[in-house]
T-cell receptor
Framework: DAGITQSPRHKVTETGTPVTLRCHQTENHRYMYWYRQDPGHGLRLIHYSYGVKDTDKGEVSDGYSVSRSKTEDFLLTLESATSSQTSVYFC?????????????FGNGTRLTVT | AQKITQTQPGMFVQEKEAVTLDCTYDTSDQSYGLFWYKQPSSGEMIFLIYQGSYDEQNATEGRYSLNFQKARKSANLVISASQLGDSAMYFCAMSLTYNFNKFYFGSGTKLNVKP
């Protein structure tokens, strides 16, 4: 299975503070993604990357930014955290451009904004 | 807009019985993949099974099979001989081959297997 590590695993922060979540993969996968998981909504795509320095917005990107300076690292930043961003965040990656390449997930980061 | 719909928020099944989890999808793309993932209470996402839009036969992986009906745009997951360890959230997902491999997920179905 793809080695995807997310850090931190848990974080509590205050409203208005910046937060950066990190994702590191060891499989040389081209595509990387950030999702948030909320009850009743499943997983919703925040941002994705299709190569180094190539990123784009997903369906719930407001209040989030990303960066990918190396193939293996994908950072998600909440510029000024709000309580609505309390969620579980998953990073995922996939290697191929063929449609049978599944997503491989990290173990998630539980973020609480107080 | 791409969309995945799972209409069963929660389901119960008796141990050793079969269960079908529903999934419908909506896309105008011709090339796409359909996936099912399992999320146990521990939180990790586990890939179960895949079906490509051009595949004519339904996918099977052990006790999991995917009932793919392209004209109806449905991709139901069938779990045969349910086990207590199958109790989990199940997510249906669709990937778009020619749209940066973006994956879209349904809202999930919580399956409880009763002994």
């Amino acid at each position: 299975d793809a080695g995807i590590t997310q850090s931190p695993r848990h974080k509590v922060t205050e409203t208005g503070t910046p937060v950066t979540l990190r994702c590191h993969q060891t499989e040389n996968h081209r595509y990387m993604y950030w999702y948030r998981q909320d009850p009743g909504h499943g997983l919703r795509l925040i941002h994705y990357s299709y190569g180094v320095k190539d990123t784009d917005k997903g369906e719930v990107s407001d209040g989030y930014s990303v960066s990918r300076s190396k193939t293996e690292d994908f950072l998600l930043t909440l510029e000024s955290a709000t309580s609505s961003q309390t969620s579980v965040y998953f990073c995922a990656s996939t290697g191929g451009s063929s449609y049978n390449s599944p997503l491989h997930f990290g173990n998630g980061t539980r973020l609480t904004v107080t | 807009a791409q969309k995945i719909t799972q209409t069963q928020p929660g389901m119960f099944v008796q141990e050793k019985e079969a269960v079908t989890l529903d999934c419908t999808y909506d896309t105008s793309d011709q090339s796409y993949g359909l996936f099912w993932y399992k999320q146990p209470s521990s939180g990790e996402m586990i890939f179960l099974i895949y079906q490509g839009s051009y595949d004519e036969q339904n996918a099977t992986e052990g006790r999991y099979s995917l009932n793919f009906q392209k004209a109806r745009k449905s991709a139901n997951l069938v779990i045969s001989a349910s086990q207590l360890g199958d109790s989990a959230m199940y997510f249906c997902a669709m990937s778009l081959t020619y749209n940066f491999n973006k994956f879209y997920f349904g809202s999930g179905t919580k399956l409880n297997v009763k002994p």
